[in-house]
């Protein structure tokens, strides 16, 4: 057999493929490569997109905002002394985009118009803070970035 330009070629060309297929029947077979959505049930997460923009926008127009901040202890959220404590209601979602195993809910109970989540839930690392709160009868969706150290 004579072994030319053309033939070098198709034999690069399916090396090629042959590396790139190894690679995504790696990846697709083997447990330790996480590929999930972020989200569980995308497509109907996307459809409340448009109520999810409202209640941001409520947010970002109150003139006192409540504050979600890290500090030793851990996360402290913090609402304007304006607001009366027992007609806050909603929940705090702790949100770890590397693993959706440290995810968690906590329900926002305020004493002196705060709540702490302690350190000892958290692990170091990036935390996206989902709050949905409601105060009379208006909804709102306050949404921050924290860095765990």
Known sequence: MKF???TGIVIAFALFMTFILYFVFEVQSNSKYDNDLVVEEYYKHD???QEEMARIQ???DLQHKPSIKYTEDGVAVTFPAGF???KVKGNILLYRPSNKKFDFNTQIALSNSSIL???KKLIK????VNMEWQYEGKK???KEVIYVN
């Open 84 to 86: 009366e404590s027992d």
């Open 47 to 49: 459809t409340h997109f």
């Open 140 to 142: 709102y969706l306050t």
């Open 125 to 128: 690392g990036r935390w996206d």
């Open 117 to 119: 989540i302690p350190q």
């Open 58 to 60: 409520n947010a970002h």
């Open 4 to 6: 030319n330009w053309g």
